[in-house]
């Protein structure tokens, strides 16, 4: 019997407590999970009785939650929760309850825990080569590369192993590729971005990241970058025209920064200032990508291209994974030794990576993400926009915000409670919903219906 096997023999059988009007943890937690292929089975202990209120933290929990204040370097703010396991859109934590999962470990989880198909391709491939560098050639990482070449953009892609990874690699090529397109020693090194954008925390996508509070305690960062305000093209396309733009990162649908999505006369304005001036312009699809929104790719449903699209989050389901996919007049540009990195596109990676291509790609499974999301987005509409805290509900496909007059903080802790995960963007003031793309409508139901319940929790 396998871990699976066995997980789905001895699976939890609590259900979600029915969301009580008002519950909530006494602090406020912001979420931060990640994700695994194969966990192992949770203990068969007791749940609270349905229609509890509060989740009280058992012993077994608190010895996690105290171990990782002493031995893990403390740089997450985490929800009150010690998850154990997965499967499908549930995940269980040590006490054995359920949870709903509409957080999908920050956008990653898109075909939810534990598939056995990823399963098995992650076991099989860990059994015949799990790493071996990128001295020599490895096939799934190349076969990997076709598939994502073929179904995009791109003419070629480099493998890294995150999304901040995956956007350092595209600043890295940005400020190459005009370095050859300068030979005259006059190239430009300076990048925009914009209001609300997230690209990571390593110095140079940190740089290009907004929020003022992730970059002030690590300054100087990567110098010359310059930050527009989200869909301001008149603005963009002076700083563009400046001449000392190297490359312009958005992300054609903001995650972290509360769930806005750009409209298609910002990207293609953009998409035109670039071509003018000799800009590069990235799409960082590290959130919004491989069919989160309905579409394969954002960038689809604009009809605009990029000249480098950045990938991570859901692409190996949980298993660490960027990608640079870049034209080739850039790929021209990049020589041996310009780039590179140890662990990034091994084999055991892009085999599972491959796995989660095969299903994302399948006839129909877009089609659904886009009908689940629209009827999601009504049923939340009819649902919540009574309540006077309630001010937004968007989104495109399966990435949804509820955006509040209030802190969200109370209403996610109420909703973890009453057995269903979520995150929260933007200035916290926003509920981000990011299921598993293979949620179904009863699940998406369900959570619509405890949030619902729970908006009482905004109150107190
Ligand atoms: C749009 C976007 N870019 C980049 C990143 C950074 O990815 P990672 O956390 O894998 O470094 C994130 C993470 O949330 C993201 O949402």
Redesign the pocket.
């Known amino acids: 019997m396998n871990s699976l096997q066995s997980f789905l023999a001895v699976a939890p059988v609590v259900k979600p407590a029915a969301a009580a009007a008002g519950a909530r943890l006494p602090s406020s937690r912001r979420s931060r999970v990640s994700s695994c292929l194969a966990t192992p089975a949770p203990p068969p202990t007791a749940a609270p009785a349905a229609g509890a209120a509060r989740r009280e933290l058992s012993a077994a929990s608190r010895a996690v939650m105290e171990d990782e204040a002493k031995y893990i370097v403390g740089t997450y703010k985490r929800a009150q929760v010690v998850f154990v396991a997965g499967r499908g859109c549930k995940l269980y934590d040590i006490d054995g309850r359920e949870y709903l999962d509409m957080a999908a470990g920050?956008?990653v989880n898109a075909l939810g825990h534990c598939d056995p198909d990823l399963v098995d391709a992650a076991t099989d491939q860990s059994k015949r080569l799990g790493h071996a560098s990128n001295v020599g050639y490895t096939v799934p990482q190349v076969e990997l590369a076709k598939r994502l070449v073929e179904a995009s953009f791109a003419d070629r892609v480099f493998f890294a192993n995150?999304?901040?990874?995956?956007?350092e690699a595209a600043i890295k090529f940005s400020r190459k590729y005009q370095r050859v397109a300068h030979p005259d020693g006059d190239a430009p090194t300076e990048f925009v971005s914009f209001s609300n954008?997230?690209?990571?925390?390593?110095m140079g996508?940190l740089a290009l990241t907004s929020k003022v509070q992730y970059r002030e305690p690590f300054e100087p960062v990567m110098p010359g970058s310059k930050f527009v305000e989200y869909g301001n093209l008149e603005e963009a396309k002076k700083v563009i025209q400046s001449g000392k733009i190297a490359a312009v990162f958005v992300?054609p649908v903001?995650?972290?920064g509360g769930i806005h999505s750009a409209t298609k006369e910002f990207l293609q304005g953009l998409r035109d200032a670039c071509d003018e001036a000799g800009a590069l312009l990235v799409f960082?699809?590290?959130?919004?990508g491989l069919g989160r929104t309905g579409f394969l790719w954002a960038y689809e449903i604009y009809g605009v291209e990029p000249d480098m699209m950045?990938l991570?989050?859901p692409l190996a389901n949980g298993l660490?994974i960027?990608v640079v996919l870049v034209n080739e007049k850039i790929a021209a540009a990049i020589n041996y030794g310009d780039h590179g990195t140890t662990f990034g596109g091994n084999p055991f990676v892009c085999q599972t990576a491959l796995a989660v291509l095969d299903k994302i790609q399948k006839p129909g499974f877009l089609a659904e993400v886009t009908k689940k999301g629209e009827n999601f987005r009504q049923l939340l509409k009819t649902k919540l926009s009574g309540n006077p805290h309630v001010k937004e509900i968007r989104g495109i496909g399966l990435i949804v915000g509820i955006e509040l007059d209030v802190p969200a903080g109370p209403l996610v802790d109420a909703c973890l409670d009453a057995g269903v995960f979520l995150l929260t963007a933007g200035k916290g003031n926003v509920v981000r919903l990011v299921p598993p793309l293979i949620v179904s409508e009863k699940e998406l139901e369900q959570a619509a219906e405890v949030i619902r319940d729970c908006l009482p929790a905004l109150d107190s």
């Open positions: 920050i956008a995150s999304g901040t990874e995956a956007n954008c997230f690209h990571g925390r390593t996508s992300e903001q995650g972290e960082d699809e590290v959130q919004c950045t991570a989050k660490p960027g």
